[in-house]
């Protein structure tokens, strides 16, 4: 049997850049959350992790900020130590991205 620790996330673009060798997109997950008799949006921001350079260029050619995508991947645990201390990170490694609507901007633009 097979172990896994995987991720999905359904969300819109806030922002991609890219760092060294990989490219980070920032995702914004909205949840609801009732506020007195109203629901209110609560957003979840992620930062995933793209290393294979296809999906690289996928994301620079057609992928920009407000469209909704669906990225699964994996959860990999990391450390490092900055001034004599151990600094724990949680990097979320995306193994599939797909952009499943552009966003209403960039409708009316195109």
């Known amino acids: 049997m097979r172990n896994i620790a995987e991720f ?6 806030v922002r991609s850049a890219q760092v060294g060798k990989a490219t ?4 914004a997950a909205n949840y609801q959350l009732k506020q007195g008799d109203q629901w209110v949006d609560d957003p979840h921001y992620n930062t995933v992790t793209v290393f294979n350079e296809r999906t690289q260029t996928y994301i ?5 900020t407000g469209d909704l995508v ?3 991947g994996r ?12 600094v724990y990170t949680i990097d979320l490694i ?3 991205f797909s952009r ?3 966003s209403s901007s960039q409708r009316d633009e195109g």
């Not at 999905?8 to 673009?13: N, P, S, T, Y």
């Not at 620079?60 to 920009?64: L, Q, T």
């Open 8 to 13: 999905q996330i359904l969300g819109q673009v």
């Open 24 to 27: 980070k997109v920032t995702l």
């Open 60 to 64: 620079a050619d057609h992928v920009g």
């Open 70 to 72: 669906h990225v699964r």
């Open 94 to 96: 995306c193994d599939e």
């Open 75 to 86: 959860i990999r645990q990391n450390s490092y130590e900055k001034s004599g201390e151990t």
């Open 100 to 102: 499943l609507a552009r």
